[in-house]
């Protein structure tokens, strides 16, 4: 059974950056399309970035240009690179591909 599990989150000042990664188990991590979410508490989880098998990327208007998403499908992983980080961007962040979502990571941002 395919898991997903996220790291990399952490303190920041506001300007900075991050880069979040998500690990999947399972040998067919290639074929799926991958999807990065936050949840700001009090408030409902959002889409954030999206992934296809071939590397097609798309973004939320709120993060477009600061945030990239990628994958190395032979370390089964995809990646977040969060620059020019905003207070606003403070949230719990997750991977989700089908049914399947990480655990999350906390991201917090300092202004």
């Known amino acids: 059974q395919v898991q997903l599990v996220e790291s990399g989150g952490g303190l920041v000042q506001a300007g900075g950056s991050l880069r979040l990664s998500c690990a999947a188990s399972g040998s067919i991590f290639s074929i799926y399309a991958m999807g990065w979410y936050r949840q700001a508490p009090g408030k409902q989880r959002e889409w954030v970035a999206f992934i296809t098998p071939g590397g097609t990327t798309n973004y939320a208007d709120s993060v477009k240009g600061r945030f990239t998403a990628s994958r190395d499908n032979a370390k089964n992983t995809v990646y977040l690179q969060m620059n020019s980080l905003k207070p606003e961007d403070t949230a719990v962040y997750y991977c989700?591909?089908?049914?399947?979502w990480g655990q999350g990571t906390q991201v917090t941002v300092s202004s």
């Open positions: 989700h591909t089908g049914d399947l």
